[in-house]
C-alpha cells in the first residue's frame, strides 16, 4: 500500500478549504468507484478528503413542484425514499437497480455524477429530467455538465452538494444490464413534461450520455409506445466492448425507450 494523507471534513466550507490547500487532493464519497481505483493503482492523490460527515450534503427534499437530493443521498436511500416514490417512482427503481445491496448502501449519486461513468445509470435520469447539479461554487443545468467519457463541467476542487429539479407528469427508466457488474449496456430513461418530452440514453455511447432526439422527436408528437414502431439508431459513435457491438446496443435503444415508456405510463 502506498501512503496518503486523509482529512475528514465537517463542512462544505472545510472540504474546500482542504482542497484548495492540497489541490491533487480527491474527494471521498461512498468509495466505491474510488476505493478500487486506488487498489488497482489507477490514481495515486496524496491526500483523500473524506465528505461524509458534511451534513447539508445529505437528504432528499421534495417541495410542491421540485426535488432536491443532498450529494451524498446513497443509491439505497434514494431508493427507499418515500417522498420519491410517491412524485417521481422512476427514481426508485433506477436506484435500486444500481449494482449490489453492499454498493447501493455506499455509493452515492454525487459520486455517481462526479465520476460520470459511461455505463452508469444516474447520469441518463439527471439528463432526462433536465436537472441542475448544484455545486460550492454554481449551478450548471444538466445539459452543460456531461462532457464525455469520466469528464465533467467540475473545476478542480469544486465539491457537489446536491441536484435540484423539478418534476415530470411521467418517467420512465429501463436497462438492459450487464450481468455481472449491473452497469447499463443500454439505459434510457424517459420524462414527459407539461410542454415537453426529453430522453437520455446511457451505456450505449463512447462520450457518455446523450440525449435521444428522433425518440424524442416522435414522444414528443405523441407520448406513447405506438409512437417508437420503426425507430431506428444508427450504430456510428456507439460503445463497441467485450459486453456487446456497436449495432447490438443500437437495436437495443429502441426497445430500453418502449419499455420506458411502458414503465411512465403505467
Ligand atoms: C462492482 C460495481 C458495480 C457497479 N454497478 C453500477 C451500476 O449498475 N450502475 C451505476 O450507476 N453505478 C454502478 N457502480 C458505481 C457506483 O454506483 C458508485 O457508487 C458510484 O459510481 C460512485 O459513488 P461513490 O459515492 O462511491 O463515489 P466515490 O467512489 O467516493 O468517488 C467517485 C469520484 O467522485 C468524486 N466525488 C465523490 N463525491 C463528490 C462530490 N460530492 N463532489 C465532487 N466530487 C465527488 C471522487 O473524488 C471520485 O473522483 C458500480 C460500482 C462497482 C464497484
Redesign the pocket.
Known amino acids: 500500500m502506498y501512503t496518503f494523507e486523509f482529512a475528514r471534513a465537517g463542512s462544505i466550507d472545510d472540504a474546500a478549504n482542504i482542497h484548495e490547500l492540497n489541490p491533487d487532493a480527491?474527494?471521498?464519497?461512498?468509495?466505491?468507484?474510488?476505493?478500487?481505483t486506488l487498489k488497482q493503482r489507477l490514481t495515486k492523490p496524496p491526500m483523500l478528503i473524506d465528505?461524509r460527515n458534511v451534513a447539508d450534503?445529505k437528504g432528499i427534499h421534495r417541495g410542491g413542484t421540485s426535488v432536491g437530493i443532498g450529494?451524498?443521498a446513497t443509491?439505497r436511500e434514494i431508493a427507499a425514499s418515500e417522498d420519491l416514490r410517491a412524485a417521481c417512482p422512476a427514481l426508485c427503481h433506477l436506484a435500486s437497480?444500481?449494482?449490489?445491496p453492499a454498493?447501493r448502501s455506499?455509493?452515492?449519486i454525487?459520486?455517481?455524477l462526479?465520476?460520470n461513468?459511461p455505463?452508469?445509470?444516474?447520469p441518463a435520469a439527471i439528463l432526462a429530467l433536465g436537472a441542475t447539479i448544484v455545486t460550492n461554487k454554481r449551478k450548471i443545468i444538466a445539459d452543460d455538465y456531461f462532457k464525455g467519457l469520466f469528464t465533467t463541467a467540475?473545476t478542480s476542487g469544486?465539491?457537489?452538494?446536491g441536484i435540484g429539479f423539478q418534476l415530470p407528469e411521467k418517467a420512465g427508466y429501463a436497462k438492459f444490464?450487464q450481468p455481472a457488474?449491473?452497469?447499463?449496456l443500454v439505459g434510457v430513461f424517459v420524462a414527459k413534461f407539461a410542454n415537453t418530452v426529453r430522453v437520455a440514453v446511457t451505456g450505449a455511447s463512447e462520450s457518455g450520455v446523450f440525449r435521444a432526439s428522433e425518440i424524442e422527436k416522435a414522444l414528443n408528437a405523441d407520448f406513447s409506445v405506438v409512437a417508437l414502431a420503426g425507430q431506428k439508431v444508427p450504430a456510428s459513435g456507439l460503445l463497441s466492448d467485450l459486453h456487446g457491438p456497436a449495432d447490438y446496443r443500437a437495436a437495443l435503444i429502441p426497445v430500453m425507450a418502449e419499455r420506458a415508456v411502458t414503465a411512465a405510463l403505467s
Open positions: 480527491r474527494y471521498i464519497a461512498g468509495g466505491q468507484t474510488l476505493i478500487p465528505i450534503l450529494a451524498l443509491h437497480e444500481i449494482a449490489d454498493i455506499r455509493g452515492t454525487g459520486g455517481s462526479a465520476n461513468d455505463s452508469a445509470d444516474w467540475l469544486e465539491l457537489i452538494t444490464a457488474s449491473r452497469f447499463a
